[in-house]
């Protein structure tokens, strides 16, 4: 039961956030704000089809165990996607709010994102191992929490003082994905259980996309 409902989860939410990706990259086109949305909202999908697909795979063939080392280099993968996600979204902040300077800002989130990668790269994340480390999980998602609170600021911010109604939870959306991502990252291989905590963070993820995509029709839909 469990193989046939996350399978046809993950079939549903990648098909979904990819499809909704190329859609805004090929509509909104000449809109920065958009075609920025969409390649974050296929970065997100493609990056995650790394693990999921592998996962998919061993729980409808022979088991978890029989796959950890594709799996873990999965992981790896969507760690590194989801760091560039979170830049792209710093960079969507930008163009939606029209954003001049703050060089200082920028910096920052390159160092936090650089510093999320590089510390994903050490072999001591044992990432291929059937029982990774747990603190270099906790060690590699400081600056990634870091990163994600800094976008979160900005987006709340901006949206409140602008009165901005189409994305005025995409800072919430960003929230409960992390969320339900960090319990799973501390807890996830003593209580397996909180795994399932991964459906609410996939959902919030797409209501992320959902923002960005729903907004673009709308703003076409007026230009027509």
């Not at 039961?1 to 098909?15: C, G, H, K, N, P």
């Not at 792209?88 to 990668?117: C, D, M, N």
């Not at 929230?175 to 959902?203: D, H, N, Q, W």
């Not at 959902?210 to 709308?218: K, L, Q, T, V």
Request: with cysteine; charged share 15%; aromatic share 14%.
């Amino acid at each position: 039961m469990q193989a046939i409902f996350e399978t046809l989860f993950d079939i549903v939410y990648l098909s979904t956030v990819i499809t909704l990706g190329i859609r805004m990259m090929r509509q909104g086109k000449d809109i920065p704000q958009y075609r920025l949305y969409g390649l974050m909202a296929v970065v997100l999908g493609c990056g995650d089809s790394f693990h999921l697909v592998p996962r998919a795979i061993a729980l409808c063939t022979t088991g978890l165990a029989s796959y950890t080392a594709a799996l873990g280099i999965g992981k790896l993968i969507t760690s590194v996607t989801m760091t560039v996600f979170y830049v792209i979204l710093y960079f969507v902040w930008r163009e939606r709010y029209h954003i001049q300077g703050q060089a200082s800002l920028t910096i920052w989130v390159y160092l936090l994102a650089a510093a999320r990668i590089i510390l994903c790269l050490f072999p001591q994340n044992e990432w291929t191992s059937a029982m990774p480390s747990l603190a270099w999980g906790v060690y590699r998602n400081i600056p990634f929490t870091l990163l994600g609170l800094l976008v979160v600021v900005l987006w709340y911010r901006s949206a409140k003082e602008q009165k901005d109604t189409p994305y005025q939870y995409v800072w919430l959306s960003i929230v409960i994905s992390f969320a339900c991502y960090l319990p799973v990252v501390l807890l996830a291989e003593r209580y397996p259980l909180v795994g399932i905590l991964m459906i609410p963070k996939t959902c919030a993820y797409v209501w992320t996309v959902w923002i960005g995509y729903s907004d673009m029709r709308h703003t076409l839909k007026e230009e027509h």
